[in-house]
């Protein structure tokens, strides 16, 4: 019996298909230089597909970057809900799933998320205009980081919102200079993280 598809599911599908395009083509030409109608043309729709998702470029822009932060979260999330306690070895396996998903168009996400800091630096009528869709994402990887530390009966030293905060500040920085001065520091960085995590025990 085939499966039919619920409206929700379609959205959700075609949502999907435009953020995987997208991303490839803000890596591919930068923030500034992508237009919409080549992320449309990419993901196979109109402009208009991407309005009934987002309202703005910035919006979209947004909206990638979110993902690729839950994808790097639910890595480390991964490896510390089969961990009794956080050793060397947990340390090592969080850094290098980091690494593996930075090859991945990492330092071109992590080049773009300083690209769109320095737009919305230099264009205060786009830095006001998502403003809130900023707080917003804040919000959203904050709730994503409580419900994983309660899976992992883990408690949180500072505030969801913090750690969400120094997360998607820090995050681009360390992909970038780990590749551009060929040093690595992930492995730091996340020392740095689990150490305001307090895990059960």
Excluded: C
Aim: aromatic letters at 10%; hydrophobic letters at 45%.
């Amino acid at each position: 019996m085939v499966e039919r598809w619920t409206r929700e599911r379609r959205l959700e599908r075609t949502r999907s298909l435009l953020l995987d395009a997208a991303e490839r083509v803000f890596s591919e030409k930068g923030f500034t230089a992508a237009t919409l109608d080549d992320i449309a043309f990419a993901a196979g729709y109109t402009k208009g597909a991407i309005y009934k998702h987002f309202t703005t470029k910035e919006e979209l822009f947004l909206a990638v970057s979110d993902r690729y932060w839950r994808r790097y979260f639910d890595n480390f999330a991964e490896v510390m809900a089969s961990a009794a306690s956080v050793g060397a070895h947990e340390l090592d396996e969080i850094a290098q799933r980091w690494r593996e998903l930075s090859i991945d168009r990492g330092a071109e996400h992590a080049a773009l998320g300083l690209e769109f800091t320095l737009y919305l630096q230099r264009n205060p009528e786009a830095r006001e205009r998502v403003a809130a869709k900023r707080s917003e994402v804040v919000d959203q990887l904050a709730d994503f980081i409580v419900d994983s530390m309660a899976k992992l009966g883990a408690t949180l030293l500072i505030s969801p919102e913090m750690f969400a905060r120094a997360l998607i500040a820090t995050s681009d920085s360390v992909v970038l200079s780990s590749q551009l001065d060929d040093i690595d520091l992930y492995r730091p960085m996340v020392e740095m993280y689990t150490a305001v995590i307090k895990l059960p025990g």
